[in-house]
C-alpha cells in the first residue's frame, strides 16, 4: 500500500492517484506512457501535463473530471472560456438545471424585448447580465451532467454499449 502524502492543496491528478491507492510507479504502469518522475512533477505543479496525458489519466484512472479539472485551470484557453465543473448527484444536477431553466422561462420575454432592436440599452444591461447569467448555470448543469454520464460509464454503472449504440442512433 503506497504512503500517503501529508502535503496540503494536492491537485486533482494527485487526489485521484490517491484515491485509487496507487504509487506512482504503479500509476506509471497503468498510464504506459507517463514515467513516475513526470508524475510527481505534475502532480506537485513543477510541469503542467500535456493534453494528451490528462486524456490518458482520465481514461485509466476513469477519471473524466480530470479533463475538465484541465481546461478550466490549466490551458490558457480554457481558462478564459471554460468553467469548472463538479460532479454531484444526479438528482442535485437535475434540480439546479431545472432551476435555472424555470428562471429563465420566466425571464424569456424580458430577453426577447432587449434582444428584439439588435441593441443591449443601457437601461438593459442588469436584466440582460442576469439571463445571461441563468443561461449559464444552464450551461454549467449540462457539462456536470455530461460528466456524471461519463463517470457512470466508466465505472460500468451505465450499459455503454447501449449508451453509444443509442448515442449513434440520434446523430444519424
Known amino acids: 500500500m503506497p504512503k500517503v502524502s501529508t502535503k496540503e492543496n494536492k491537485n486533482a491528478y494527485f487526489l485521484r492517484r490517491e484515491e485509487l491507492k496507487l504509487t506512482r510507479d504503479q ?3 497503468l498510464l504506459e506512457s507517463i514515467p513516475p ?3 510527481e512533477k505534475i502532480e506537485n505543479e513543477r510541469l503542467e501535463p500535456h493534453p494528451e496525458e490528462v486524456l490518458i489519466m482520465a481514461d485509466k484512472y476513469k477519471a473524466p ?6 481546461c478550466s485551470t490549466q490551458c490558457p484557453i480554457g481558462l478564459q472560456y471554460v468553467p469548472e465543473v463538479k460532479i454531484h448527484d444526479l438528482s442535485q444536477i437535475i434540480l439546479k438545471m431545472v432551476d435555472s431553466l424555470n428562471c429563465v422561462q420566466e425571464k424569456k420575454n424580458r430577453l426577447i424585448n432587449i434582444t428584439a432592436d439588435g441593441v443591449v440599452s443601457d ?7 442576469d ?5 449559464e448555470k444552464i450551461s454549467i448543469s449540462v457539462e456536470a451532467l455530461q460528466l456524471w454520464s461519463e463517470q457512470m460509464l466508466a465505472d460500468g454503472v451505465i450499459n455503454q454499449e447501449k449508451y453509444e449504440d443509442r448515442r449513434k442512433e440520434k446523430n444519424m
Open 27 to 29: 500509476a506509471s504502469e
Open 37 to 39: 518522475e513526470r508524475i
Open 65 to 70: 473530471e480530470l479533463c475538465n479539472y484541465y
Open 123 to 129: 437601461d438593459e444591461i442588469d436584466d440582460f447580465v
Open 131 to 135: 439571463i445571461q447569467d441563468e443561461l
